[in-house]
């Protein structure tokens, strides 16, 4: 599949579908508190997406059974929201959230503590997202793709944390995954040249021991192979010939 470059119309359809999305992890993330299960935050963001008149993508995406994807602590993503995964003081979690607008995608992804969070959970939480900032500094026009890669990578190495390479980021649009995929770690190429256009889903998943993962037996819930926190931190971004414009994050 080709990279996709955008029209107006559709860029107008994105933003929206972004600010919409943006909202819901607004909402999401004022509610989270101690008791609430997994399931109760799937359920409100199931609710919050549809009274925006959207559809949450990631409900029955290859088969996975919820809207937003919960994980905690040492999972990394695609948590399964459960009515029995009661949150506590001091956990992380990891809220990845998908809608669609008019047939157009958003894709953002945040990382939470509950209550008081230790130091080292914070740093994580802290430095996962610095990584996203880092990466899309070289998001415009002109560059290359895996300049946006290394950029990631490094600050993480840097930091001293682990940079999952089973999952990528990818290009959004009328489907939740386009190519281009997007690694977060340094590659020795160089990757397509970045045009005005294209929008990409942006999204280092960071932990603070060792880069490997593995699945749990749902087939879905994706943990640190060591047991460590992990953190994920996502946005839809679009490619403008100045710079990178973030269609799920500072809009609302
Ligand atoms: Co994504």
Redesign the pocket.
């Known amino acids: 599949m080709p990279i996709t470059v955008k029209s107006d119309r559709e860029i107008e359809l994105m933003t929206e579908s972004g600010r919409i999305l943006e909202i819901v992890h607004n909402e999401l993330s004022r509610a989270l508190r101690p008791g609430m299960s997994t399931l109760d935050i799937d359920r409100m963001g199931e609710e919050i997406i549809r009274s925006y008149g959207c559809i949450p993508s990631f409900l029955d995406y290859n088969g996975y059974p919820a809207s937003i994807c919960v994980s905690v602590n040492e999972e990394v993503v695609h948590g399964i929201p459960s009515k029995s995964r009661i949150l506590k003081e001091g956990d992380i979690v990891s809220l990845?959230a998908?809608v669609i607008y008019k047939g157009y995608h958003s894709?953002?992804?945040r990382t939470h503590g509950i209550g008081e969070i230790s130091e080292e959970a914070r740093n994580l939480i802290q430095v996962t997202r610095e990584c996203f900032f880092e990466g899309i500094k070289y998001a415009k026009e002109g560059n290359h793709l895996f300049d946006i890669s290394c950029a990631i990578g490094r600050y993480a190495k840097k930091h001293g944390y682990g940079v999952v390479r089973d999952l990528c980021?990818?290009g959004?649009g009328t489907q939740?995954?386009e190519a281009p995929e997007i690694p977060n770690y340094e590659v020795k190429r160089k990757g397509v040249r970045l045009k005005a256009g294209m929008t990409l889903?942006i999204?280092p998943m960071i932990n603070i021991g060792g880069w490997e993962v593995e699945w749990l037996d749902d087939d879905w819930t994706v943990v640190t192979r060591d047991r460590s926190l992990s953190a994920h931190y996502?946005n839809?971004v679009l490619i403008t010939e100045d710079g990178p414009r973030l269609l799920t994050y500072g809009r609302v």
Request: aromatic share 0%; glycine share 14%.
């Open positions: 990845d998908g894709d953002a992804a980021g990818h959004i939740l995954h889903a999204e996502e839809t």
